[in-house]
């Protein structure tokens, strides 16, 4: 499971910062068939629903892309 930074990205990043980094941990991880993508703990109080948001719409755009990838859609 991981790891997506609760502290430097759900509570201090930017949307556009996790959308980013849960990109990059998708495209590095998601070749493993036990990768489950998640925050690296509990997402902070206070953390801007933008960057949650951001967090659940890279992870539909990823599995959107390889569904386009590999002929599904």
Do not use: H
């Not at 990768?35 to 659940?56: E, H, K, R, Y």
Request: aromatic share 12%; net charge negative; glycine share 8%.
């Amino acid at each position: 499971m991981g790891n997506v930074s609760p502290a430097f990205q759900f509570r201090q990043g930017t949307p556009e910062s996790i959308r980013e980094a849960t990109l990059d941990l998708m495209d590095r991880c998601c070749r493993y068939p036990n990768f489950v993508i998640s925050s690296g703990c509990d997402i902070p109080p206070l953390s801007d629903w933008d960057n949650i948001d951001a967090f659940f719409g890279a992870v539909d755009e990823y599995y959107g892309r390889s569904k386009a990838a590999d002929g599904m859609q």
